[in-house]
């Protein structure tokens, strides 16, 4: 990973806290699971950066055919988003589920009382919310409860609800 100084947004933003979050827990993923980590004590020490942009879907299904599934908004104009001012840019983990193909990983960060990490088998005994900070791509930020999408429907988390759109089906 580059130095911070030679990243590309030093030169806008070198005050690097604006990218950390306080509650930032990390995310330990569970050995031998194929995905990236552990991310500890925080995402923000270990990877630079507590917030993550909406590009790849990371294996969750959708109802609909994303327009496309394996960069989403990555190296999109803004004018690609359907509604600007609801279209995820920037989360923290606990928006989004995390798989590798078969297993999925839900994280908490605010207002944890409990596990960080958990599994698919440990989420429907688990009594904590998933809440995170948003940046949407119109440029405004929010920090809204997930905790309805991904317990209802864990398999399809990414659908859109009336405050939030993770993706843009294909037409």
């Not at 905790?147 to 037409?171: C, F, G, Q, R, V």
């Amino acid at each position: 990973m580059p130095k911070a100084a030679d990243r590309h947004l030093f030169r806008y933003l070198p005050t690097f806290e604006s990218f950390r979050c306080p509650a930032d827990q990390g995310q330990k993923f569970p050995e031998g699971s194929g995905c990236s980590g552990p991310f500890k004590p925080s995402n923000y020490e270990a990877i630079g950066c507590s917030y993550r942009f909406n590009a790849y879907l990371w294996d969750n299904n959708t109802r609909q055919i994303p327009a496309d599934a394996d960069f989403n908004l990555a190296g999109k104009k803004e004018s690609w988003a359907p509604n600007p001012s609801l279209f995820i840019m920037v989360h923290e983990p606990p928006a989004f589920v995390y798989g590798d193909g078969g297993s999925k990983f839900f994280f908490h960060w605010h207002y944890t009382r409990g596990a960080t990490t958990l599994t698919l088998s440990q989420l429907k005994q688990d009594n904590q919310k998933f809440f995170s900070a948003i940046l949407f791509v119109d440029g405004h930020a929010a920090k809204h409860d997930f905790t309805k999408s991904i317990k209802d429907d864990p398999m399809h988390p990414l659908e859109p609800t009336a405050n939030w759109i993770w993706y843009k089906p294909k037409n």
